[in-house]
């Protein structure tokens, strides 16, 4: 039985000796061993070896990177405003025994040495400096803090300044003027694009009369050119029409007198055709009389005197000169079927061979007895067309024939 518990006793004593002899330490972790209660390494990041009742691990330090916010610190600027700021500070242990045997409580000092140069470095600047200048702030705060804690075996990474936060009537000053600011910047950006409209406005304005002048410009002198175009044309037109009219009129002329010449007319036919005319001459509605020239037979008698010769019974008888052979071909009958060619205009061919086809027919046919039906209505009255020959025929407006008058010898 007493065997039994000694055995018992030296195990639980070998355990208790293996367990003192072997420390594990863990990635990202440091540990300070001291023997006899003195320093005499630093171990990290695996199975350490210790003499056992002799080593022992006095602390183990976390040697990442760590981030640590402090509350807000009340802080007065140069122009003796109160402002509360938090700040952010980064930093990782390098030498751990210094932040063991160093320092106290490295997190406290850091802490408080943060504040301390904080309240250093926007004691010297006014609120709107505070405020526009946080890289300053944090540059002048890290430089300050790393080398205050380089002898605790501390390097800082980084200092932010998570929050400004002014006095409440500061605060309420900063946003009325920032309002008016941007009121100030709508206007002056309303403004300038007002500005900006009236400007491409007027000039839109401008291109648009220079186009319309221009428009207006080239129009006119269109105009102008077809106008005398026009004129041109027309003069031209009015010319031809009276040189032909002259030519028609002089051929007219030109057909009379051949006509006379070949006909050989006597003095008895021109006294005819003169006594014939004169009734026709006094039709006139202002014509009430007409009168005989007394001295007209003393006119022929001498005119017969004149070109007539003395038979053997003692008148004279007017015997005309022969027409030669150019003025029988010029009192004959011209060729005017090209006169009244209408192959340019279809409708007008088509209703010219209607009417030719219509006066081809024989006389006892429909048409011609309607025609003739036609005729007799004409003498009394308007003339009217029967139904059975309106597809065939168009009314025509009767045409006065114009009156010959006598030819002067």
Do not use: C
Not at 380 to 402: C, F, H, I, V, W
């Amino acid at each position: 039985m007493i065997a039994t518990i000694v055995v018992i006793l030296v195990l639980v004593l070998v355990v208790a000796v293996v367990f003192k002899s072997i420390a594990l330490i863990p990635q990202g972790e440091a540990a300070v061993i001291e023997r006899l209660g003195s320093y005499t390494r630093t171990v990290s990041g695996g199975l350490t070896l210790l003499v056992p009742f002799i080593d022992r691990v006095r602390a183990r330090v976390d040697t990442r990177e760590r981030v640590v916010s402090f509350p807000p610190q009340a802080v007065i600027t140069q122009d003796n405003l109160t402002v509360a700021i938090d700040i952010v500070v980064t930093f990782q242990i390098n030498d751990p025994a210094r932040a063991i045997y160093g320092v106290d409580n490295y997190l406290v000092g850091v802490e408080q040495i943060s504040v301390a140069t904080l309240r250093d470095v926007v004691g010297g600047m006014t609120l709107e400096e505070t405020l526009t200048s946080r890289e300053t702030i944090n540059r002048r705060l890290r430089g300050e803090l790393d080398a205050a804690t380089a002898k605790w075996g501390l390097r800082i990474s980084r200092v932010e300044l998570k929050a400004i936060d002014p006095p409440p009537s500061i605060q309420q000053s900063m946003e009325m003027q920032m309002k008016a600011d941007r009121e100030k910047r709508a206007m002056i950006l309303t403004a300038e694009g007002q500005r900006e409209s009236d400007i491409k406005t007027a000039e839109g304005e401008k291109q648009a009369r220079i186009l319309s002048a221009e428009g207006e410009k080239h129009a006119s002198i269109l105009q102008a050119e077809a106008e005398r175009q026009a004129t041109i044309l027309r003069a031209e037109g009015e010319r031809a029409a009276k040189y032909l009219n002259a030519q028609g009129e002089a051929r007219a002329i030109q057909k009379v007198n051949a006509a006379i010449k070949s006909s050989e007319v006597t003095p008895e036919v021109l006294t005819y055709q003169y006594l014939d005319k004169l009734p026709q001459m006094a039709q006139g509605e202002a014509s009430t009389m007409f009168m005989i020239p007394s001295q007209f037979g003393d006119s022929l008698e001498q005119f017969a005197k004149a070109f007539a010769k003395k038979d053997e019974d003692g008148v004279f008888r007017y015997e005309p000169s022969k027409a030669d052979q150019e003025t029988k071909e010029m009192a004959g009958q011209d060729d005017t079927d090209a006169w009244f060619d209408t192959s340019s205009d279809p409708e007008i061919a088509r209703a010219v061979a209607e009417a030719r086809a219509v006066a081809n027919r024989p006389a006892d046919s429909p048409i011609a007895a309607e025609l003739e039906q036609l005729e007799r209505s004409s003498s009394t009255g308007a003339p009217t067309l029967p139904a059975s020959a309106g597809d065939t025929l168009k009314q025509e407006q009767p045409q006065e024939r114009p009156v010959t008058e006598p030819e002067e010898s």
